[in-house]
């Protein structure tokens, strides 16, 4: 981002101005995006929250979490605090009344104000876009079920246009999650084997270390499908399956990517599993069982692990399976997408077991980067074979600095790229394709236990031995 354009000046408005989200992610971004030149002289801040508070209060509460930074230091002064009820017309009237021209609402709020809030900016004229562009920013999750997020994108699209609104997803704003994209159309040598004549399956991976700590209240009512796979996975999915959009134009992008979900065949039950982790110790802590965490209802039935077998029905994918599995508690943080390409067709080396087959993994986080598994001859006079590996790191190539994800993103809604944002079709595609699990994991069974510390329930590992596969080993 070094060579971007200063974005256009805008008030940015933040409602949940004293929540997480905003101390931990959204001001530190911004602050970083203030110190490389890429918010406007006129950009302000307006944090709207029900709390008793004033500027400078606001700033102190943010200053804990971006303090010594010298792009805080001068966006300091343009902060400002309005304390107002998010349901409550007067307090966008109190709104209106500060914003003029361009103007970003985000929604760090829970999610059940997300319909409201729109619907006030509305009816107060605050979508209107006839002195500067008014957009909005929608934090995940993004309903609840299919019939949720279908009903709350229908709401928001009576008071203004797709355009206008950016349906966040964090993922996107990772370095690495972009890369897949360059990876595959960037490099001609990947996308001539990215296809069913060469690939065996695909997992994708979001593994936790992190238990429910004190998202009890959340989580609870959530648990780790609704929380992670058709918002987070599914752009992974997304990223990994699309076909080569014909631009780079926002567009065309995300129509690929609606058109990648729209072809994953609703899930049905036999091919997901749920865990939820048990007392266990993870590196040197010992953890809770989940339903004994705080804020969490005793006979929960909420899942903390979910894994699932995808069929993807598209020329290219079709007889692929793609497996998705994330959790939390388990033995390693670790998000990475794992391509297993076919075996060699004959066996040419005499070896006591198969040859391995090669397998690509882009690794999203932590230690960000790209290997690829291959088979080499061992050294000597007998033909003999051993796995090695080519291993690219992004640290290795790149200063990668200290951001949060968030400046991408935040930048590309001031000028305006909605690239990285879902779509209304995306999102309810996700939806879609997982309603059946949800649907038969509402009406009956139980999350199967897993020690935490461990790498997830065994009907996880079930699904894949099923296939004659195996999980890749988290690390
Ligand atoms: C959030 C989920 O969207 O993503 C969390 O609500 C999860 O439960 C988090 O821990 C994971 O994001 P990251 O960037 O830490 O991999």
Redesign the pocket.
């Known amino acids: 981002m070094s060579d971007a354009e200063t974005a256009p000046p805008a008030t940015l408005v933040i409602f949940g101005a004293l929540g997480d989200l905003t101390k931990r992610l959204l001001v530190p971004a911004l602050a970083n995006l203030q110190r490389e030149g890429l918010l406007a002289d006129d950009t302000t801040l307006l944090g709207v929250s029900y709390h008793d508070s004033d500027d400078a209060q606001l700033v102190d509460v943010l200053d804990e979490f971006v303090e010594n930074d010298a792009g805080w230091d001068a966006l300091k002064p343009k902060v400002h605090y309005l304390k107002g009820d998010f349901t409550d017309p007067a307090a966008y009237q109190a709104i209106a009344d500060k914003v003029k021209g361009n103007a970003v609402f985000y929604l760090a709020t829970a999610p059940g104000f997300f319909g409201t809030i729109v619907d006030r900016l509305g009816e107060a004229g605050l979508l209107d876009q006839k002195d500067g562009f008014r957009r909005v920013v929608i934090e ?1 999750p993004f309903g609840t079920d299919l019939a949720s997020a279908q009903a709350l994108n229908k709401q928001i699209l009576a008071r203004g246009g797709e355009d206008q609104f950016y349906r966040i997803d ?2 996107l704003g ?1 370095e690495t999650v972009q890369n897949i994209m360059v990876a595959r159309f960037g490099n001609a040598l990947l996308e001539a084997v990215w296809n069913n004549r060469y690939v065996d399956h695909v997992q994708i991976t ?1 593994a ?1 270390t ?1 238990t429910v700590g004190t ?1 009890g209240k959340f ?1 609870d009512a959530t648990g780790a499908l609704r ?2 796979v058709p ?2 996975l599914f752009q992974l999915l997304a990223m990994i399956g699309m076909e080569p959009p014909n631009s780079s134009d926002a567009e065309a992008i995300r129509t690929e990517k609606a058109k990648l979900i729209a072809a994953v065949r609703p899930i049905a039950p036999e091919d997901a599993a749920r865990g939820r982790y048990q007392a266990g110790t993870i590196g040197d802590e010992t953890v809770p069982a989940y339903r004994e965490e705080s804020d969490v209802a005793p006979d929960s039935r909420t899942e903390t692990y979910v894994a699932l077998k995808l069929a993807v029905e598209t020329w290219r994918w079709t007889g692929v399976p793609f497996y998705l599995r994330t959790g ?1 508690g388990l033995t390693a943080r670790d ?1 990475e997408i794992v391509v297993q390409f076919r075996e060699v067709p004959v066996a040419l080396f005499p070896r006591d077991d198969a040859l391995p087959p090669n397998r690509l993994v882009l690794q999203i ?1 932590p230690q960000e980067g790209i290997s690829l598994a291959f088979v080499a001859k061992k050294p000597g006079p007998l033909m003999e074979t051993a796995p090695v590996s080519m291993d690219f790191r992004y640290a290795d190539a790149f200063e990668m600095g200290h951001r949060t ?1 968030y400046e991408t993103l935040l930048y590309d809604v001031l000028i305006g790229d909605q690239t990285l944002f879902q779509r209304a079709d995306q999102i309810e595609g996700g939806w879609r394709a997982v309603q059946p699990v949800l649907d038969a994991w509402a009406a009956e069974g139980e999350p199967e236990g897993y020690a935490a510390g461990s790498a997830g329930p065994a009907s996880a590992d079930a699904l894949l031995e099923r296939d004659a596969r195996a999980w890749h080993a988290l690390s």
């Open positions: 995940k964090h993922f990772k979001a936790e992190v998202r989580y929380d992670m918002n987070h939390k998000t986080q994800g």
